[in-house]
């Protein structure tokens, strides 16, 4: 079974520090690696994606994350935050054989001037 | 640029009525899920839909679920019979294949 640890139920940063959302996976297999944002009211915004290769992805933003297979971590970072940065984040995985995600518990990003 | 669309955005209903949430994935999209998110909670996943069939599902998805895709366009989630534990936000999402999945802004079902 597959699954995705968020270990902080909150960040918070200053407005143009640079910010860190961990996460830690769990699958058989190769890992597809997600993070997603969501606004209040909003669905699931797609941020960023690691399949294959170079283990920092840069996705929209201006957010990138970095792929760890020794420590199975797939952490999401951002130079300088922006008050408009302030979201729940979603990591999620899923292995090479099947489509269904399975999300971590989300982690609460608060930006503050 | 294309959205998954999602209707109704809240749906109230009484305990054992019959529910219909409907969704739009992206036209040119070949996979379909439903997942929810039930308040505080994670996001868990429902089901997943390829060529006209349930590809994966989870124990959630029990026979008071059901999914179809009527027309070529819509792709439908019903409830049977509605229980207080079925109050969610429910998300519909679309996949080209083998990519990122995009989901829709979700329903709140609202089940009294």
């Known amino acids: 079974a597959q699954s995705v640890a968020q270990p902080e139920d909150q960040v918070n940063v200053a407005e143009g520090n640079p910010l860190t959302v961990k996460c830690t996976y769990s699958v058989s297999g190769n890992p597809y690696l997600f993070w997603y944002v969501q606004y209040p009211n909003r669905g699931l915004q797609f941020l960023l994606k690691?399949?294959?290769?170079?283990?920092l992805v840069k996705g929209s933003y201006g957010f990138e994350a970095e792929f760890n297979k020794s420590q199975t971590s797939f952490h999401l970072k951002k130079p300088s935050a922006l008050v408009s940065d302030s979201a729940l984040y979603f990591c999620?995985?899923?292995?090479?054989?099947?489509?269904?995600?399975?999300f971590g518990g989300g982690t609460r990003l608060m930006v503050k001037p | 640029e294309p959205e998954v669309t999602q209707t109704p955005s809240h749906q109230v209903t009484q305990m054992g009525q019959e529910v219909i949430l409907r969704c739009v994935p992206i036209s040119n999209h070949l996979y379909f899920y439903w997942y929810r998110q039930i308040l505080g909670q994670k996001v868990e996943f429902l089901v997943s839909f390829y060529n006209n069939e349930i590809s994966e599902k989870s124990e959630i998805f029990d026979d008071q679920f059901s999914v179809e895709r009527p027309d070529g366009s819509n792709f439908t989630l019903k409830i049977r019979s509605t229980k207080l534990e079925d109050s969610a936000m429910y998300f519909c999402a679309s996949m080209v294949g083998g990519l990122e999945q995009y989901f829709g802004p979700g329903t709140r079902l609202t089940v009294t």
């Open positions: 999620a995985v899923r292995d090479d054989a099947g489509n269904m995600l399975t």
């Open positions: 690691y399949i294959t290769g170079d283990n």
